[in-house]
């Protein structure tokens, strides 16, 4: 791979070397700089543009615009057993969940299932870095976070709940894990906001206008609102998402993270659970046994040619640490110029 | 409501009393009868008439087929402290559900957070009695149980998940509690079976044909296999279903429940979970001003015209105390004849 007119190539060190840069330009504190730079690297090294290098675009937007603590002091707040509550103190979630994880991992393993709470976080980024460092103790893991209201519920005509994403990995003994991740709304934003750039319409079924009605316009669209995915079972899941990572753990909603935001279009800010499972701690010695027997169930999926869901992620994972990556000669230059 | 030649009119005792006689006809031991039977008077109570009396023709053949053991004893089985685990012992789940809830309940409330695991049990019902039995003790619940092998992997060709029901149940004070309760297939099998019986087409979306290619005919769709909601996004929360109500608590896969039915159409067979949180677990005596500011968002969906997911469901239990069900001539002749 070569640089071209429109690309650059970068390796994954390039990638770290200028998440540091931009980070500190923009005045993010020293104990938050690494793990968000990690989260940026992580992006690329999976191929995921969108949660790559293009993502400090929104770091520094909402640095800029004092919607996030830089020198955020995460801290543990006391809870019931099973619970670990991080109080991330206005900063970028990384910190907070590094705090948390290795209490969230040890009261897993003590009581067979356990919860991690962040509150007060800034969440930018997708959610399979925190599903992945729980899978990697050998537990299941779910999470979920909201983020700002620009979907509708299933029925309705106004934004009510964030693109809601909720994430599960499972631990496989020498494999990746299964891991997925999406929004519960039919797209990200961010698609329509490409086909608005190319003048395209949009399929039926990702927007509703601000009446409340179906549009293929992408202006219209984003003037209105999005749909969930599915119908009305995505609306439920999208309303259990703002429930159990907002008013369950004494959070915000997706509508009160955007009230919060007051137009800085900062990233979302509120709260964000992690569920840790411990097989052994309901199987006990058998675990190991009915976590390889789960592998029938993936030869059963990749068997008759479907996908598991991150497939795509762990292939690039494999290939860009020698191959490096190409990212946006003008996003490149955009970063550049002003780190 | 009148008697005609289609529909027969009964109060809820009336149902309650055709439940006991047919599943006492049928021999199912006095310990699971009057559980059984109210799973099918909340069915009728609450306007669902798939899981009200039609539901005792497949409890008629899952006994005849012997491939539930009617005199089932459950056991609680040793697991960690937030950990609740129920040997079914091969019997309908709602003895299993019952002998564990209290124990749930209590786990919850002492850790914050715990899981209900139920082993070896057969399920022919929804999954809200479970949840609004968790609500009910103001905690947060979840559920999830796989069923038979009919529906594909999205991208696949072949049946390997279950329907998976994934239920939700969320507290409010002095209200119905917030329910919501769907398969992750695109619809309910009995459905196709209607259409089939009707000779309609189906709508694309619902099946593919056994060699995997989309389908409009219901013989073909029946021949080949259901598809999950939402494309690849149902697709994933099926195969969390079939991991964490299967192998993570030991259990069958919805392909393995299917081959140890062998033919016999009885109701599936396999585990089950319920994860139950305690809202003052996370939050300590803030948990009821969170729990009530979480009002908001259900005013945020029905404010603007949306409904939510239980509404007819909780709105039939108001009215048939008193008004009585009507069901299909032909059903309760087909049960009393036999009862």
Chains 1, 2 share one sequence.
Not at 126 to 136: G, K, R, S
Not at 143 to 171: K, M, Y
Request: hydrophobic letters at 45%; aromatic letters at 6%; glycine letters at 10%.
């Amino acid at each position: 791979m070569a640089d071209d007119k429109t690309m650059i190539h970068l390796s994954l060190d390039d990638v770290r070397d200028l998440a540091y840069r931009v980070l500190r330009r923009h005045g993010l504190g020293e104990a938050h700089v690494p793990l968000v730079a990690e989260t940026i690297v992580a992006g690329e090294r999976d191929g995921c543009a969108a949660h790559g290098v293009y993502r400090l675009t929104n770091c520094i937007r909402t640095l800029e615009t004092g919607k996030v603590n830089p020198h955020a002091v995460p801290r543990i707040v006391p809870a019931a057993g099973a619970v670990v509550r991080v109080d991330a103190d206005g900063g970028f979630a990384q910190a907070a969940f590094d705090q948390g994880l290795p209490l969230l991992v040890e009261k897993a393993q003590a009581h067979g299932i356990a919860i991690l709470a962040i509150n007060h976080c800034v969440h930018f980024a997708a959610l399979w870095p925190e599903i992945e460092a729980v899978t990697a103790h050998g537990l299941v893991a779910l999470a979920c976070t909201p983020s700002h209201a620009w979907v509708a519920p299933a029925g309705g005509t106004a934004p009510l709940f964030g693109t809601n994403p909720i994430a599960f990995g499972w631990p496989r003994p020498d494999r990746d894990p299964y891991v997925f991740d999406f929004a519960t709304s039919a797209v990200a934003r961010g698609e329509i906001e490409l086909h608005r750039r190319a003048g395209k319409p949009i399929p039926e079924g990702w927007t509703i206008d601000a009446q409340g009605n179906p549009t293929t316009d992408p202006e219209a669209g984003l003037a209105g609102a999005l749909l969930t995915f599915g119908g009305h079972k995505g609306s439920a899941l999208s309303t259990m998402v703002e429930l159990l990572a907002g008013p369950l753990i004494g959070d915000m909603t997706s509508a009160e993270s955007l009230a919060h935001d007051d137009g800085a279009l900062a990233s979302p800010y509120g709260g964000e659970i992690v569920i840790a499972i411990d097989p052994a701690g309901i199987l006990g010695e058998a675990a190991a046994a009915h976590i390889a027997r789960a592998e029938a169930l993936f030869e059963g999926i990749t068997g008759q040619g479907a996908r598991l869901p991150s497939e795509r992620r762990f292939a690039a994972r494999r290939r860009t640490p020698a191959e490096g990556v190409t990212i946006a000669r003008e996003l490149y230059e955009e970063l550049t110029r002003t780190a």
